[in-house]
């Protein structure tokens, strides 16, 4: 029996949180939003994916995994 790794929407790159990233949680790759607006200005009228509908079973195909962050010492010396 194989055991399928599980994705999570939270380490992917499409997924913003509220209330820092956007003003919804939600999935907000163009093809899972319901409500998109092209005109950055227009922002705070667009309409996420439901990403924990979308991910259910935790096997998303459109997963993209976020960069890992660089540690508070490397991001210090780097400024
Ligand atoms: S639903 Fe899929 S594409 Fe959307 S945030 Fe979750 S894993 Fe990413």
Redesign the pocket.
Known sequence: MSKKSR???ET????RSAPYEARIN????ES?MPGRQKDAFLDEQQIP?N?EK??LRGD?????ARPASLPFWKRLLAS
Not at 26 to 29: F, H, N, P
Not at 60 to 64: E, G, N, R, T
């Open positions: 994705v999570r929407c992917c790159t499409h997924f939600g999935c907000y790759l899972n994916g990403h979308i991910n998303c195909s459109d997963h993209q």
